[in-house]
């Protein structure tokens, strides 16, 4: 993590003011015996291979009784009976829509197919109440309510029940979860803590990113498209069934996406690819019991422009071009077995690993999580659910000038307990939920986490819904053992001074007391809105403390040191309101729109030397957002949507306000075959979402983009 200094030649950081270096030369990191370009056509290669083979077997396993295309009814649900949509993330069980007492919005399979995105970070766009910045071609910023970075580190992220929370950073590499769009049932997305079931860092919301059933996914599928930022990409995929029980699917997936240009309007060296393979198999091994296993290998890399310090005397910082490699996989599998109609239990046991070299450092992760559920019906009103939790994380680092580790390598256990009862005080009005999590790590002790929640059903079709939740972060080995060399600029007699971002190995955990009240309704047939509004007061927030100048003579070269370090010395508020409305126009048009208010008020406590998290976090989070999105069925396979995003501007990053304006049209020639044309940020040619000072990478504009893409399905 270094600052970023590419936009601004002179900016103040840490109370340091200092001048940006010369852009000078061209620095690459390459890792292994290939280099980049034959890295890339290897990725690319195989990935062609692989198609090959899949299209082979979907050719050979079509017999003249099996129809083409897959299983599953993909139409969106209706405006009729969206109130008794089913969810899960709330409560780790199903529920409906009408009695979930949270904020909560599900992106559909339609919505996906609508928004024209091809990445998780662009379809999270459309939700009310998450702030989404593109930081450059392959780098996001993605938080919900405020709080937003690079690595925002308030915001829990899971696919199928593997969370990809990474607490070496605190917060999400979006570059490497790259699920096939055409593969995910629904995205559903809590706005307010989570804590209680899903645990820590779960503080501003959960995303909870779930797959469709491999039997809702039979057939074949083939995916290509390419523009002129997403130049080539494409998904190969074979689903088919072993026996009467067992069904399974398989894929390929490739991306080549282009640079972006930088803040100073050059080449921004952010090009991103990807190689993607993976699989899922589910069993019905008796009436009473399901199997599911799953797993995913990746294979890429990326570039990026970070600041270095090149030298230490003469001080020296510079833009360098890295190019980090990224590789991983996972593997995870789920039993449910069902007692009766009103008791079943989970047991859910996957083993993660990835490896990022570059562009700062060198992270090797492996990490081993088991998880027990039991659901069970106590008579007529109690509906409990409770569960454990252990988690093993272990890493290896490899430091650089720029970021290092101490020690280079350490595990990390966390075990956890929870409880949530919903007791029905009202057959079909009145609900009410209570619940607790323990947690502990060794980065905190014992973390309580509980909240109530209660939904009220006034009359069919309207909701009104309130929540008191605790939530907690935990540090990351980022706040508790890191050594970040910010910059280096001339000292006194002569000798240069660095300033350095030091970790502290009695970090706090953070803590969130959120309240919120909703309303949700449903007053027609053509009409739906959803309002949520919150207060949540914060403690023991990270900030950064500034120390007293020290001289260093057991570095080479002797430094001054200017020491910055990691404390908890910061708390506030925060409050806001979230509109959205679903609007059928006609019967072949729909409107969706919403709106967001967002405000905060943060302080530096009474022993705090940090003048600039507080007014730098405010600064950094957009005050206002809204959005429109229009569906139009113009009828003969023809469908036209567009959409367009207005974000506030961000003072603190010097980022003007922006709108972003999408559309695609949608052509369904055959019942097998669509084609699509896809404009993406129209406005403008190309403008920045976001500059944050601290940040690994340097910043890159977003640029109007066009793409075409095909989809087959036999």
């Known amino acids: 993590m270094t600052t970023n200094r590419s936009y601004v030649k002179d900016r103040r950081a840490c109370t340091v003011n200092y001048m940006q270096g010369p852009r000078a030369g061209r620095f690459v990191f390459v890792r292994g015996t290939w280099s980049p370009t034959q890295a890339f056509y290897a990725r690319r290669g195989a990935f062609w291979v692989f198609s090959l083979v899949l299209a082979g077997q979907a050719a050979y396993g079509q017999t003249a009784e099996t129809p083409p295309g897959p299983q599953r009814d993909l139409t969106q649900v209706s405006l009729e009976n969206l109130m008794d949509m089913h969810v899960t993330s709330v409560s780790k069980k199903e529920q409906k829509l009408s009695q979930v007492a949270a904020a909560i919005f599900v992106i559909t399979q ?175 091994l008796s009436k009473k019991d399901s199997l599911t296993i799953q797993g995913d290998l990746y294979t890429g890399r990326e570039g990026a422009s970070i600041v270095h310090i090149a030298s230490i005397a003469p001080p020296d910082n510079v833009n360098v071009e890295r190019i980090a490699n990224l590789s991983g996989g996972n593997i995870l599998g789920r039993w449910k077995h069902t007692f009766s109609h009103r008791s079943d239990s989970t047991l859910q046991v996957y083993f993660d690993r990835y490896a990022r070299h570059g562009p700062e450092n060198d992270e090797l992760r492996n990490t081993v999580d088991f998880d027990f559920q039991h659901h069970l019906a106590l008579g007529g009103r109690n509906d409990l659910i409770w569960g454990v ?112 971002l030091f970790g502290n190995p009695q970090q706090k955990a953070e803590h969130v007391v959120a309240n919120e009240v909703g309303y949700r309704a449903q007053p027609g047939r053509r009409f739906s809105i959803d309002i949520a509004t919150f207060f949540n007061v914060y403690d023991n927030l990270r900030t950064r403390e500034p120390g007293d100048l020290v001289f260093d003579a057991t570095r080479t070269p002797a430094r001054w040191i200017f020491p910055i370090t990691w404390d908890t010395k910061m708390h506030g508020t925060t409050d806001g309101i979230e509109v959205f409305a679903d609007w059928r126009a006609a019967s072949r048009w729909t409107l969706s729109s919403g709106y967001t208010l967002l405000q905060m008020h943060l302080h530096a406590d009474a022993t705090s030397q940090d003048t600039s998290s507080a007014p730098g976090i405010e600064g950094s989070n957009p005050r206002h957002q809204a959005q429109l999105r229009s569906h139009v069925d113009l009828g003969r396979g023809l469908a036209w949507d567009a959409s367009a995003y207005f974000v506030e501007r961000l003072p603190a990053q010097q980022i003007p306000s922006y709108t972003r304006l999408d559309t695609q049209l949608r052509w369904r020639f055959t019942e097998r075959g669509e084609l699509s044309l896809v404009g993406q940020n129209l406005v403008r040619n190309n403008h920045p979402e976001s500059n944050d000072t601290f940040t690994i990478v340097n910043s890159s504009e977003v640029k109007r983009s066009v793409y075409t893409k095909l989809t087959w399905r036999f």
């Open 110 to 284: 339609e919505d996906i197919q609508r928004s024209g995105a091809t990445n998780i970070p662009d379809l999270l766009r459309m939700v009310p109440g998450l702030d989404v910045g593109q930081i450059n071609a392959n780098t996001w910023a993605v938080s919900a309510r405020g709080f937003n970075h690079e690595l925002a580190d308030k915001l829990l992220v899971l696919i199928d029940g593997r969370a990809v929370y990474t607490p070496i950073n605190a917060g999400v590499n979006w570059d490497t979860q790259d699920v096939p769009l055409e593969d995910i049932e629904r995205i559903e997305v809590i706005r307010g803590p989570g804590g209680t079931v899903w645990g820590a860092n779960a503080v501003n919301g959960v995303i909870n990113i779930i797959t469709s059933r491999t039997a809702e996914l039979q057939g074949a599928l083939i995916t290509l498209g390419g523009g002129t930022t997403d130049q080539e990409f494409g998904t190969m995929q074979y689903g088919g069934k072993i026996g009467n029980y067992t069904s399974y699917r398989v894929f390929a997936k490739y991306l080549n996406h282009n640079h972006s240009p930088d803040l100073l309007d050059t080449d921004g060296v952010d090009d991103w690819h990807l190689l993607h393979g993976g699989f899922r198999a589910d069993t019905d």
């Open 389 to 500: 939790n252990y988690r093993h994380s272990a890493d290896q680092t490899v430091g650089t000038v720029d970021l290092s580790f101490v020690p280079a390598s350490r595990a990390i256990a966390t075990f956890s307990w929870f409880a949530q009862d919903e007791i029905t005080l009202k057959p079909d009005r009145v609900f009410l939920t209570l619940g607790t999590k323990l947690e502990h790590s060794d980065f905190a002790d014992f973390e309580i986490q509980p909240n109530v929640r209660v939904a009220w059903i006034p009359r069919s079709g309207h909701t009104i819904w309130a929540a008191v939740s605790r939530a907690s972060r935990t540090p990351s080995r980022l706040d508790t053992a890191s050594d970040i060399g910010l910059a280096v600029f001339p000292g006194p007699n002569g000798f240069t001074t660095e300033a350095v």
